[in-house]
């Protein structure tokens, strides 16, 4: 079992920046992928970006150039940092790991609200 623990939501105007962090714990098997998923209300939830064991990372077109993911190995932690925010980005943010066995795992959710 994977526990993960998102933390960094908030309310911030158009144009602000946000950092969120995601701490990973507890994994038997070999994380393969860290991602960042977002859900707004009414819609699906949606892949951002993500990174793979190997660093190679990718994100959806809508947040491309404008967020980051990162990651700090030492304490098992992934980042998305997001600027330029604008208020369609407006969601709940997870965290999600995928396994080398296929499983994937959540984390609680946090809250981004962009006021315009």
């Known amino acids: 079992q994977v526990q993960l623990v998102e933390s960094g939501g908030g309310v911030v105007q158009a144009g602000g920046s946000l950092r969120l962090s995601c701490a990973a714990s507890?994994?038997?098997?070999?994380?393969?992928?860290m991602d960042w998923y977002r859900q707004a209300p009414g819609k699906q939830r949606e892949l951002v970006g993500g990174i793979t064991s190997g660093g190679r990372i990718n994100y959806a077109d809508s947040v491309e150039g404008r967020f980051t993911v990162s990651r700090d190995n030492a304490k098992s932690t992934v980042y998305l940092q997001m600027n330029t925010l604008k208020p369609e980005d407006t969601a709940v943010y997870y965290c999600?790991?995928?396994?080398?066995?296929?499983?994937?795992?959540w984390g609680q959710g946090t809250q981004v609200t962009v006021s315009s």
């Open positions: 507890g994994s038997r098997f070999t994380i393969i992928r």
């Open positions: 999600s790991a995928l396994n080398s066995v296929n499983r994937r795992f």
